[in-house]
């Protein structure tokens, strides 16, 4: 009997045990629900940092210049690229004056201060006479790159790229005496070593890429952004479609050149090659002279391929008309527009948000996880890396809870998909429900990257859905 008694009390204590361990444990649960608002691809314009048409201007350096800086921060592109060029011509005999350095310093300081990223180039000719205009000694010019990159490097967060060497008409590295393959590889290295690590440098074609880099090869996901020369050195095609050699861009056809050679490759080989680099620098320039290489259908093959991220808003008009009289005939949400406008979408990266799921998330785990996915679908990724984040924020207290996503955008390539995960404590947030935000941003401009998805961008970031975070499972989040 007092056996029974006994073995009756331990069970009952057994009982009281168990029943204190579930209250316990029911007091720590987290009963965790999500919705996803749909993510439907827009086919709107992003207007996102690094991408897209720029315009340019020009600018005398020179004693006797004088600019009205004053209209730069209300010109109607607002955010965007700027090429500006600057002219060393009246200093062809020497250093460039302090007065000049001071000039550069004020029209780069009114750009940053409106929110642009700029493309520069240096040169000394405007009309085609590089010849006559340019240093008659090498040493000038590099006497000259080394003054102008002590201003250029107090302005990494918006001097994006650096294209040419000084020289060649019109800075475009060709009908000059420096042309060769001594003078450039002297030019190139100099300009590498005295400017910001985070600039990229540009030359005009492909096979200069393979003289100034030491490589008949492009670029790989092991060797990009490495610091190397290589991995700075981007190109910049002034003659993009303009014939089948893209004005002499590349070779004829019936010029083959071993793939072991430094030297021009014919059409096909070239963009082949750019395919390849361009996945890992940047590319852009001028659409020029009307003919069939750039009509609709064949530019966008070619500037999908070559990964092209840039353009230039005002040249060549005939080639810009063409595209909109054009139409886009595949499925999605570009369906009947004009070719401009869709180029104008797919010039660098596009992301769009596919999914964004909550998996696995139960009562009893102290963890809960996030999962996104994006697509590119524009015709390059990103240069630079941007910071990427989802936002939670209380509805009812405002607060804000940033959970980064791990990830590099310079290796987010396009016609790719990118899934992104990040975890966060349940324990560790008040019960309410939470508005979901996607968040990327450029560290170097403090821009917003926005998706390619039908919704609107807040100052916490692109609405993408909504948590609820609650201590019963029927819901009772107060």
Known sequence: MKTRKKLTALILALCACVIAGCLILFTTCRFI????????ESAR????????????YKYDLSDASACDLTGIQDLEHGAGL?????????????????????????????????????????????DGNALEKEPGELT????????????????????????????????EMHGSRYAN???????????????????????????????????NKPLTEDSAYDGSLASRLSLFNDGMMGSSTDLNTYAEDSSPVPATSYGMRNRKDELAFQNLLCAYVPNGGEAVIDNPYNDFPAAIET????????????????????????????????????????????????????????????????EGKITLTLENTGFSTSFRSFDCSVILKNTQTGRTHILPLICDTRFFLPGTQLTLNT???????????????????DPATDLPVLPANEGTLTEDGFLIGSLKISRYPWGNIS
């Open 33 to 40: 629900s999500y919705s996803s608002l749909p993510c439907v």
């Open 303 to 366: 500037l999908a391929s070559t990964h092209v991220s840039y353009l230039n808003e005002a040249y060549d008009p005939a080639v810009l008309a063409k595209w909109k009289a054009a139409s886009y005939t595949g499925d999605g949400p570009y369906h009947g527009m004009n070719g401009f406008d869709y180029i104008s979408r797919h010039l660098g990266y596009r992301y769009v948000l596919r999914s964004l799921e909550c998996p696995g998330i139960f009562p009893w785990k102290k």
């Open 423 to 441: 975890t966060f404590h349940t324990h560790e947030y008040s019960a309410g429900t939470y508005d979901l935000y996607l968040k990327i941003t």
């Open 181 to 215: 393959t001594d003078d450039m590889i002297t030019l190139a290295e100099h300009l590498y070593e005295i400017t910001d690590p985070s600039i990229f440098l540009a030359v005009r074609t492909p096979e200069q890429w393979r003289l100034l880099a030491g490589s």
């Open 140 to 171: 000038v010019i590099l006497g000259h790159m080394t003054q102008t990159a002590e201003v250029i490097n107090r302005y990494p967060d918006c001097v994006y790229i650096i294209q040419g060497l000084f020289i060649g008409s019109w800075g």
């Open 82 to 126: 700027a090429l500006l060029e600057f002219n060393l011509q009246g200093f062809a005999n020497g250093p460039v004056s302090e007065s000049a350095l001071t000039l550069l310093e004020h029209i780069l300081k009114n750009w940053q201060a409106a929110g642009r990223q700029l493309i520069i180039r240096f040169l000394y000719d405007w």
């Open 45 to 56: 314009e992003l207007r996102n940092p690094y991408t897209g048409w720029y315009q340019i």
